[in-house]
């Protein structure tokens, strides 16, 4: 588990994923942004419900997106 205060390195993801004009990930119920992957950092921002994403990477475990902001967001609560 990444530590609070320790720097964490995204897993990339594959360039490319989806085509251009396609509409990406959606945040399928509202949802807290938060510094790193995992409750434990502070929170960044709320996002709304239906928000589309750009994902920038993931964390080892594969439970949470990095997304352009440089925030992060539960996987479970991402569809797409």
């Given at each position: 588990?990444?530590?609070?205060?320790?720097?964490?390195?995204?897993?990339?993801?594959?360039?490319?994923?989806?085509?251009?004009?396609?509409?990406?990930?959606?945040?399928?119920?509202?949802?807290?942004?938060?510094?790193?992957?995992?409750?434990?950092?502070?929170?960044?921002?709320?996002?709304p419900a239906g928000?589309?994403?750009?994902?920038?990477?993931?964390?080892a475990d594969g439970?949470?997106?990095?997304?352009?902001?440089?925030?992060?967001?539960?996987?479970?609560?991402?569809?797409?």
């Amino acid at each position: 588990l990444p530590i609070p205060g320790q720097p964490v390195l995204p897993t990339p993801l594959p360039p490319g994923s989806l085509p251009p004009g396609t509409a990406g990930p959606t945040v399928i119920r509202e949802a807290n942004s938060r510094s790193g992957p995992g409750t434990a950092y502070p929170l960044v921002s709320a996002v709304p419900a239906g928000t589309v994403l750009f994902l920038t990477g993931r964390s080892a475990d594969g439970a949470w997106y990095q997304i352009s902001s440089g925030a992060w967001i539960a996987a479970g609560l991402v569809a797409g």
